[in-house]
């Protein structure tokens, strides 16, 4: 399997075997057998205290030393390699290829901590074959049913603990605890020690007509998170052939997502809302939030928060909302990790910044909307967006300002790299950026009672309002309303002045000036 270059089947499943083991390379001294091209020998690097890559092949070795200097790697047979001062061996699809895998596994087994090994469930890859049948695939020599292959592990493994883990044989091939005879693959795990334990990550994501981005930005979220993940995507006045196409992919995919649809724009606030309301009521998630539809998540993003917000948990922080680090992000979350051009040039720079700031977090009043996880507990105190901000700007602000009252911390996941594309929507919606942040800005002051933003962020901020704004609320609407600048506002709880003033000078233009009297009245009413 060679990153960028295999198809994405082969890639998905391969990189979920060393994802999901990630909390097991902390400090440990890893040997990675049969490495390949070394992608994940790489990766294990970034938290192991070493790492070392064997493989048959001398191109291979050739390659993954020029290319991964931070793990070592040898050119050795499997079969002959000594493992006995590895704390945790990996071998992932390696068994089935070989003349002797009892050897094999006895081999392995010099570790004495722990041993991983994945093999193929033969009544998917070779269906209709017998144990003793030579495999469909021409490179392997065996391949076991998962029971078959359970009773061949615990029999060489003695009176040490096996575990077994199965891989869905279908996207995004999640990893689960037991023997499941209809899985894709099976992993066997011999020693003792805990097994990884990934949260249940909830995301909503309004998108509106971005919809090959918002498609772009699921995939690689599901494809690199070791975990269960699901999304409620909430259509927000989008046109007929991007919902076909949004409908297309979750039918694909009911089990990981879901679509929530709105004639209208609800603008990013309310839009995520109805999304995390979805996800409240269907239930069964350690942690929900809501993404941006034009962001890549580099692949130790979701990993790096989930993992971050498990210890800060315990560690009584009280962790109330959680966020990455981005190219493009307004405040203490953008960070530069060198410049690259494509995807791969992406992943390359965002694996290498993850290997000094992976494991890292830093308490912080502001953490943007661009991408965030919350404990659904957080919801439930505080509610969702505030409406009021329309299409987007300080919504995210308003929230984290009544997280922080009602006693939650707020944390930059330091390693956590999210690439952001940079206000797509907008830009497609050609709506006046400028004039937005003022209006919203305004908004702000007004509702918090301060004189500028950071007034409501610094230390000793107290305020009488009512933090909790339900997942259900609407916009308050007066009847009177304008499209400017490429949205429509209320004229009445949205407009600034100069706004309100523009629009009554444009209403009484070329009117004779006694018409001026009925609002002056009406003025002098109020």
Same mark, same amino acid.
């Given at each position: 399997m060679v990153p960028h270059a295999a198809d994405a089947a082969t890639e998905m499943f391969h990189w979920q075997r060393y994802l999901y083991f990630r909390p097991l390379y902390a400090g440990k001294k890893v040997v990675d057998a049969a490495c390949g091209e070394g992608y994940g020998s790489n990766y294990a690097s970034l938290f192991a205290t070493s790492v070392q890559g064997v493989d048959i092949s001398n191109e291979a070795v050739r390659h993954a030393r020029k290319s991964y200097p931070h793990a070592q790697f040898q050119q050795s047979d499997v079969m002959s390699h000594d493992y006995s001062q590895a704390d945790f061996v990996v071998s992932f699809e390696t068994i089935e290829h070989l003349d002797d895998p009892r050897g094999f596994v006895q081999k392995l087994l010099e570790c004495q901590g722990m041993v991983a090994i994945s093999t193929p469930n033969r009544h998917l890859h070779s269906p209709g074959n017998r144990l003793k049948d030579k495999p469909f695939n021409k490179f392997h020599t065996v391949e076991w049913a998962p029971e078959e292959f359970a009773g061949f592990i615990k029999d060489i493994a003695g009176a040490r603990t096996v575990r077994f883990l199965s891989q869905e044989h279908r996207w995004p091939g999640r990893i689960f605890d037991g023997l499941d005879l209809e899985a894709g693959y099976t992993i066997a795990v011999v020693g003792d020690g805990d097994l990884p334990i990934w949260p249940h990550l909830g995301f909503a994501m309004p998108t509106c007509n971005e919809t090959e981005k918002a498609i772009e930005t699921l995939s690689t979220f599901a494809r690199y998170y070791p975990g269960v993940v699901e999304f409620a995507i909430v259509a927000n006045g989008t046109t007929p052939e991007n919902l076909a196409r949004l409908q297309e992919v979750v039918a694909g995919s009911p089990d990981i997502f879901h679509l929530i649809v709105s004639n209208e724009n609800l603008g990013y606030g309310v839009g995520a809302n109805r999304g995390m309301e979805f996800l409240i009521a269907k239930g069964g998630f350690d942690l929900i939030g809501v993404t941006n539809d034009d962001v890549i998540p580099g692949i130790d993003c979701l990993a790096d928060m989930a993992a971050a917000y498990v210890v800060?948990?315990?560690?009584? $922080?009280?962790? !109330? &909302?959680?966020?990455?680090?981005?190219? @493009?992000?307004?405040?203490?979350?953008?960070?530069?990790?060198?410049?690259?051009?494509?995807?791969?040039?992406?992943?390359?720079?965002?694996?290498?910044?993850?290997?000094?700031?992976?494991?890292?977090?830093?308490?912080?009043? $502001?953490?943007? !909307? &661009?991408?965030?996880?919350?404990?659904? @507990?957080?919801?439930?105190?505080?509610?969702?967006?505030?409406?009021?901000?329309?299409?987007?700007?300080?919504e995210d602000d308003d929230f984290n300002v009544r997280l922080r009252l009602a006693g939650y911390s707020l944390w930059r996941i330091d390693g956590a790299f999210l690439h952001h594309h940079g206000s797509s929507t907008f830009k497609s919606l050609k709506m006046d950026y400028e004039a937005n942040i003022q209006r919203n800005l305004v908004i702000f002051i007004e509702k918090w009672q301060v004189r500028t933003l950071q007034e409501a962020f610094e230390t000793g901020f107290s305020s009488q309002l009512d933090l909790f704004v339900p997942l259900n609320a609407t916009k308050l609407k007066s009847g009177h309303s304008l499209h400017l600048g490429g949205e429509t506002i209320d004229l009445v709880y949205q407009a600034t002045d100069a706004e309100l003033a523009s629009y009554l000078l444009n209403a009484l233009k070329d009117q004779p000036r006694e018409k001026r009297a009925a609002l002056l009245d009406a003025l002098r009413a109020a």
């Open positions: 800060l948990q315990k560690a009584d $922080q009280n962790p !109330g &909302l959680i966020g990455p680090v981005s190219n @493009s992000v307004a405040g203490v979350q953008q960070v530069d990790i060198g410049a690259y051009g494509d995807y791969p040039g992406m992943i390359r720079r965002s694996t290498e910044y993850s290997r000094t700031h992976h494991s890292s977090a830093t308490p912080f009043s $502001q953490i943007r !909307g &661009l991408c965030f996880l919350c404990p659904p @507990s957080a919801l439930e105190c505080v509610g969702g967006f505030d409406p009021r901000f329309g299409l987007g700007n300080f």
